[in-house]
């Protein structure tokens, strides 16, 4: 048995990026993995955020409060796919919310 065998029948990741067996990581896999990660990271706290697989390619799409957050988005969208020995490029399409300035004074 050679250690590539030995490692996926242990259920880890082979050089290619599947895991246990021959089999890749399904792309909903990665879309729900990379939301969650989104979702629950103190930096990005985004749940809304669109998440797309196109081959190698992970997309994150949507609106985000803040410059910070929109920062952390690509970083946290990369830490969530090497946890699953993934290797696609990511693209950070987000936006940070626009605010707007209230027009007039605000009667109390």
Same mark, same amino acid.
């Given at each position: 048995?050679?250690?590539? #065998?030995?490692?996926?029948? =242990?259920?880890?990741? /082979?050089? /290619? &990026? /599947?895991?246990?067996?021959? #089999?890749?990581?399904?792309? #909903?896999?990665?879309?729900?993995?990379?939301?969650?990660?989104? +979702?629950?990271?103190?930096?990005? +706290?985004?749940? +809304? $955020?669109?998440?797309?697989?196109? &081959?190698? =390619?992970?997309? @994150?799409? &949507?609106?985000?409060?803040? !410059?910070?957050?929109?920062? !952390? @988005?690509?970083?946290? %969208?990369?830490?969530? $796919?090497?946890? $699953? &020995?993934?290797?696609?490029?990511?693209?950070?399409?987000?936006? @940070?919310?626009?605010? %707007?300035?209230? !027009?007039?004074? #605000?009667?109390?």
């Amino acid at each position: 048995m050679t250690d590539q #065998e030995a490692n996926r029948r =242990a259920g880890g990741a /082979s050089a /290619s &990026g /599947s895991s246990a067996g021959d #089999e890749a990581v399904p792309p #909903e896999y990665i879309v729900g993995h990379v939301q969650e990660a989104l +979702g629950t990271d103190a930096a990005v +706290g985004e749940w +809304g $955020l669109q998440v797309d697989v196109d &081959g190698d =390619a992970l997309t @994150v799409a &949507g609106i985000v409060a803040t !410059a910070s957050r929109k920062a !952390a @988005v690509a970083p946290v %969208a990369r830490a969530a $796919l090497a946890a $699953l &020995g993934c290797q696609h490029q990511v693209r950070d399409a987000t936006e @940070v919310a626009a605010a %707007a300035s209230p !027009a007039g004074e #605000e009667a109390l």
